[in-house]
């Protein structure tokens, strides 16, 4: 983040201390100078940002893992995709949650609750098949008030989401697409850029100019529906 900052020493309760320590897992969260920017961040924003989750898909790729078992609530480190998800926008700050859920919707709707356990507020949109991004951002429309991020269910992330807030703000821009690199795109929607636009898109091609692929994080101004 290409922003001036200055040392200075604060004192802070002991309590406080720790639980911004505990904020930091060394990604997401690098350091308690990171944690506590964070917080700032959030604090200051002058609107809260809600999140839609889409957690509707099967995984038909997964399975036989996903017989009984949305995609999104597959185990990882011991616990399921989407509370690794929830815990990191948490951290970050975004606590207004709504989830889009299809594929067996009662697991997720069963383990996270209205999301009190894990410090958010969720709103959930159920539908009796999977409607996919588009049809899934539709549906959100009436729950949508501002400015808002759209993310996979099964998208394990590991950066400071508000890094790309900022890069948004600063760009004026109706809608940002996260991007990643991979050493092969071929699996994966491969993006063009000149500068910070996207002037290509192709959904895993055959032949490939670029190693640039759609991270699946998005963020949108409400302009869009």
Do not use: W
């Amino acid at each position: 983040r290409n922003m001036r900052r200055r040392i200075i020493s604060i004192s802070l309760r002991e309590d406080l201390i720790t639980r911004v320590d505990n904020l930091v897992d060394g990604t997401v969260i690098r350091n308690r100078s990171h944690a506590l920017e964070s917080i700032l961040v959030n604090y200051f924003r002058e609107e809260k940002i809600k999140v839609l989750i889409l957690a509707g898909s099967q995984g038909k790729d997964l399975l036989p893992l996903t017989k009984d078992t949305p995609k999104c609530m597959l185990d990882v480190g011991g616990k399921p995709i989407l509370e690794h998800v929830v815990r990191n926008l948490r951290v970050l700050g975004f606590t207004q949650m709504i989830i889009s859920v299809s594929y067996k919707a009662d697991k997720v709707m069963d383990y996270f609750g209205d999301g009190s356990q894990f410090g958010v507020e969720i709103t959930y949109i159920q539908d009796p098949e999977p409607l996919g991004t588009a049809g899934a951002l539709i549906r959100a429309d009436k729950f949508i008030d501002g400015r808002f991020i759209l993310i996979y269910g099964d998208n394990f992330f590991k950066f400071d989401l508000t890094d790309m807030v900022e890069f948004h703000e600063k760009a004026s821009a109706l809608g940002t697409v996260g991007l990643t690199t991979v050493p092969d795109p071929a699996a994966y929607g491969v993006v063009e850029l000149k500068g910070s636009k996207v002037v290509d898109y192709t959904e895993k091609p055959t032949e490939y100019r670029s190693f640039i692929i759609n991270g699946g994080i998005y963020i949108f101004e409400r302009e869009i529906f």
